[in-house]
């Protein structure tokens, strides 16, 4: 790393600048040895962070290019630390990142140490990836079983979903060049599944797009909430397209705590059930009139505590389909 206002992190062939501001330390550049143009220029923020004033309970957001007093970076082991401290001039806070490179990438830390009385994280950013948008430049976002973009480069693009929902079952990005087919991963590698986040945004007018992940703080309005945020984000360059970034998202879910047990083909391998889960009122659909009400007891019974049944397809209308027939309540409507 140089010693100067600019600094490099090299993972293998992923070389990634920052450039101190005065005011902290912005992303400038993103580039891949092998000729691929990730990001080529500008000053953009790395990460932001969010924290709540307790004595009067008013929120604020700090970015990392133009919002801290102090910033400093310093390399041992292979390791790279990056420190941003007392945003808005908040002495006791700081956002410590942690880069170690790998053969073709790199894997970011994030951790935030609150000591302060009077203040709460309520959420950080993962660093943020910013990518050059050309006429050959393709995006992956992960809504839904996932998304394709191309043609990006004169589109305004401003999408965000909850991660692990129905929104988003897969917690990475990929942005790469459909003819050189060369990209980058990114991924937030957590095996435990935390809730996140994430988004991707674009201007029309701008030629740059960013990829974001945000986690909502635990300990949420309590003091001194310092933490790490759970697993990695990964930065990785990879040739292919939208697949092969898949496959790298696959080596890392294989080992997450949510994947459920495979078997010799990758086969999820058949294991015994709990009762409850096997034949329960969430797995009904009425048809008639107290069809449901005895299952719905049964299972109470059974597990030995108080449930409550979410009913679809109930009365004449579909409920979970039509709920403007029942919003806002009427006397109409049958209990």
Not at 246 to 262: D, G, I, Q, R, V
């Amino acid at each position: 790393m140089n010693t100067c206002r600019e600094y490099q992190i090299i993972g293998g062939a992923l070389a990634v600048t920052l450039a101190e501001t005065g005011h902290g330390a912005a992303l400038t550049r993103i580039e891949d040895a092998a000729g691929m143009p990730i990001l080529t220029g500008g000053s953009r923020p790395f990460f932001k962070l969010k924290l709540r004033n307790l004595s009067d309970g008013t929120d604020a957001e700090y970015l990392s290019d133009r919002d801290f007093s102090a910033f400093r970076a310093e390399t041992a082991d292979e390791l790279t630390r990056l420190y941003f401290s007392a945003p808005g001039g908040l002495e006791g806070i700081t956002v410590i990142l942690t880069a170690q490179p790998e053969e073709n990438g790199l894997r970011w830390l994030t951790r935030v140490e609150n000591l302060r009385e009077d203040c709460s994280l309520t959420g950080v950013e993962y660093p943020k990836v910013w990518f050059d948008t050309r006429e050959t430049t393709k995006v992956f976002y992960p809504r839904g079983c996932g998304i394709v973009w191309e043609d990006i480069a004169d589109i305004e693009i401003r999408r965000f979903c909850k991660y692990p929902t129905s929104q988003a079952s897969m917690s990475y990005f990929a942005v790469y060049d459909g003819e050189a087919r060369r990209g980058l991963y990114i991924g937030y590698e957590d095996r435990e599944g935390i809730y996140k986040e994430l988004r991707i945004d674009k201007e029309t007018d701008e030629h740059e797009g960013c990829f974001s992940g945000l986690l909502p703080a635990e300990g949420m309005g309590i003091a001194r909430n310092s933490q790490q945020l759970p697993g990695e984000a990964v930065w990785r360059l990879f040739d292919g397209d939208w697949f092969d970034a898949a496959m790298e998202y696959k080596k890392f879910a294989l080992s997450a705590a949510w994947m459920p047990e495979l078997d010799e083909n990758g086969i999820r391998a058949v294991r015994p059930a709990p009762l409850w889960s096997r034949d329960h009122w969430w797995l009904t659909t009425v048809t008639e009139d107290g069809a449901w009400t005895d299952a719905a007891l049964e299972a109470d019974a059974l597990i030995g505590v108080p449930s409550g049944a979410h009913v679809y397809c109930w009365h004449r209308i579909p409920f979970d389909n039509d709920y403007p027939h029942y919003f806002p309540i009427r006397d109409c409507v049958p209990a």
